[in-house]
């Protein structure tokens, strides 16, 4: 059975840096792309950054490239989001989710909608 949990979300302050965890099991770690994705209060979920080490890819929504950066530990089978020059915008509950590499017609900013495994998510505050 497929698992995703996350770690590591809490509160910063603007500017400041926070690195997230996802921490999966139950599948073949090459068959997957792991995604980050977000929601704050009122709006929808959206892709922040996804990583597919079968094909060695990543994407990062234009919004936090340059600032966001998405890595993967195989041995522990972890997928990270280091975070750096946060805005009070980001506060979000933020998500790590796992899809079928093969699966994938989209790997951009509206492929949210193929994602079938989601972690409960973890809550990160950027406020002074």
């Known amino acids: 059975q497929l698992q995703l949990v996350e770690s590591g979300g809490g509160f910063v302050h603007p500017g400041g840096s926070l690195r997230l965890s996802c921490a999966a099991s139950g599948f073949t770690w090459d068959d997957y792309a792991i995604g980050w994705f977000r929601q704050a209060p009122g709006k929808e979920r959206e892709a922040v950054a996804c990583?597919?080490?079968?094909?060695?890819?990543?994407w990062y929504s234009a919004y936090v490239k340059g600032r966001f950066t998405i890595s993967s530990d195989n041995t522990r089978d972890t997928v990270h989001l280091q975070r750096r020059s946060l805005r009070r915008e980001e506060t979000a509950v933020y998500y790590c989710?796992?899809?079928?590499?093969?699966?994938?017609?989209?790997?951009?900013?509206?492929?949210?909608?193929?994602?079938?495994?989601w972690g409960q998510g973890t809550q990160v505050t950027v406020s002074s």
């Open positions: 989710a796992a899809a079928p590499w093969e699966t994938l017609v989209v790997f951009g900013a509206t492929m949210t909608g193929q994602f079938g495994y």
């Open positions: 990583i597919s080490n079968g094909v060695s890819s990543r």
